[in-house]
């Protein structure tokens, strides 16, 4: 049997589209006509030239938000959605710190308070 897969050429990475949400973090149901179209989802493979660019930290694995306006959907797996994404499509990376985060300062200087 032949495995096959999907390479990105040029500055661009495969990703796998995130599952459309139906719900809200508080719980609310959202209607089919007001679902919010889902942007994040997970790199499954970065093509050779973007491996090589340092001024793009985009790994496998990683979990990005993308533009989906010039994404290629890819029919290769029937149960996944994938697509391949210009770089420059890529807006944001999700990172995760193991270290909590210092507390930003607000107008009045001190930790905790909220800018107005």
């Known amino acids: 049997m032949?495995?096959?897969?999907?390479?990105?050429?040029g500055m661009r990475v495969l990703i796998r589209k995130d599952e459309a949400r139906t719900?809200?973090?508080?719980g609310i149901v959202?209607?089919?006509?007001?679902?919010?179209?889902?942007?994040?989802?997970?790199?499954?493979?970065?093509?050779?030239?973007?491996?090589?660019?340092?001024?793009?930290?985009?790994?496998?694995?990683?979990?990005?938000l993308f533009h989906p306006k010039n994404s290629i959907p890819v029919d290769f797996e029937q149960d996944n959605l994938l697509y391949v994404v210009p770089i420059e499509d890529v807006v944001a990376v999700f990172r995760r710190h193991d270290e909590p985060q210092p507390r930003r300062r607000g107008k009045g200087g001190r930790e905790g308070d909220a800018a107005e």
């Open 23 to 26: 719900t809200t973090r508080g």
């Open 2 to 9: 032949v495995n096959e897969f999907v390479e990105p050429l």
């Open 30 to 64: 959202l209607p089919d006509q007001a679902e919010i179209p889902t942007i994040t989802g997970r790199v499954v493979e970065v093509s050779i030239q973007i491996e090589r660019d340092a001024d793009f930290p985009i790994e496998k694995y990683d979990k990005v």
